[in-house]
Each structure stands twice: as C-alpha cells, then as structure tokens.
C-alpha cells in the first residue's frame, strides 16, 4: 500500500524567515494535494499537482512535484504567524474514486 | 450551503453508547467522503458515497460503523457501542464528482468525538 512521509514533523521559524516542508511518497503520485489545517478546523486546500516537474504558487507558498513524482516539497517564503498551522500532504490513491491517503502532517509555529 | 458543514463541531459519549455525526454537503457535490482523524495523524479515509449508494466502504474499521446518505445529499456516520477508541476528529469531504478534482476536496470542520 502507498505511504506518505512528510518531514519535518514539526518546524518554529521566526516570522520572516522562508522554510520548506517534504512529502515523500514510496509509490508514484497521480494527484498530489497539500491542504493546511489549524486547530478545531476543517482541511483548506492549497493546491493540487499533477505532472512531473509542476510548480504552483500561491501568494508567499509554493509547491513542487518532482520528476520521478515520488516527491513535493511545499515552501513558504517570508513566513508570518498567518502562516502558522499543521500543513498536509495528500495524494490519489491509483484505482480508487477520489480517496485520499494523507501524510501525518507537519506542525508549524511561527514565532513573531 | 457555501461549505460543508459538520455537525455537532464536538460530541462526548459514554463508552458503550450510540452517535450520529452529520455532514451537509457542498449543494450539487455529488462525492461524499467520510474520513476520521485522530490525534498527531493524518485523516484517514472510512467511507466514499456518490449519489445515495455506498461505493467504496473499505476503510470502516468494523461493523459498529455504518453511513448513509438516503437522498444523495446529507450524510450520516453512525456508531454503534461505542469504544474508547473511537475518540477522533471525524471528517466530512464532498466534491462535484468522483476522482481527481483540480480544486481540491472541501473538508467540513469536523466533529471531535470523544468517548468517555
């Protein structure tokens, strides 16, 4: 079965300091998500990659999907303690009708 | 509605007791899925609905779980006997269709089952 792994597990940056957070899979990925979510709340997605070698930004955040597509990494430059929650990767699992299979998320705290 | 939404947002219950979680979908998202998220993990997914039938149960962990979604809209998880073990935040997703969405799924808030 697919896993993902995301790394680190946890991350405190100083507010305006850039960082980056991995999401490694161990099969390849047909639909690669990365969502944010923060205390009591429900998942809000950021984007969505699907083609070897995609890049996607949004405002100060930006996603990748390498080539061999068994690896996105997500990096937020200039972070502000808006930026502050747990981000997780999910993917397509290959067969099925939109089931996602998600990593267990990374936890940022952006210090002011 | 603009959102999907969950309800009740937190639910305690006496070990051994019934529970109905419920989800409101995005209005026309055919997809529904159910997925349950517990402490320090990702969600993991339990039930996939598209229109009123059941397509993809594999990830209800056992009998004491089941889902419905008699008119292609609002869902409901039930819990039967419930254990301590059961304590999770349980998510609500719909989409317009089943498979890949370029937009994503829309997640609900959830609702934090906590048994007792």
């Known amino acids: 079965s697919q896993e993902l792994e995301q790394s680190p597990q946890s991350l405190i940056v100083q507010e305006g300091k850039n960082l980056t957070i991995n999401c490694t899979s161990s099969k390849t990925l047909y639909g690669l998500y990365w969502y944010k979510q923060k205390y009591g709340e429900g998942l809000i997605f950021l984007m969505m990659?699907?083609?070897?070698?995609e890049e996607k930004s949004h405002e100060k955040i930006t996603a990748k999907l390498d080539e061999k597509k068994q690896q996105s990494s997500l990096h937020i430059t200039a972070s502000q303690p808006s930026h502050a929650g747990i981000y997780l990767c999910g993917a397509d699992i290959p067969g099925s009708q939109g089931n996602l299979i998600f990593g267990k998320g990374t936890k940022l705290s952006v210090k002011p | 509605g603009a959102g999907v939404s969950q309800t009740p947002s937190n639910k305690v219950t006496e070990k051994g007791k019934y529970v109905e979680l419920r989800c409101d979908p995005i209005s026309g998202h055919t997809a529904l899925y159910w997925y349950r998220q517990s402490l320090g993990q990702g969600p993991e997914f339990l039930i996939y609905f598209q229109g009123t039938g059941a397509a993809d149960d594999s990830g209800l962990p056992n009998d004491r779980f089941f889902a419905v979604r008699p008119e292609g809209s609002v869902s409901t998880l039930k819990i039967q006997r419930t254990e301590r073990g059961d304590s999770a935040v349980y998510l609500c997703?719909?989409?317009?269709?089943?498979?890949?969405?370029?937009?994503?799924?829309?997640f609900g808030s959830g609702t934090r089952l906590t048994v007792v």
């Open positions: 990659l699907q083609k070897g070698g």
């Open positions: 997703a719909s989409s317009p269709a089943p498979g890949q969405s370029n937009y994503g799924y829309t």
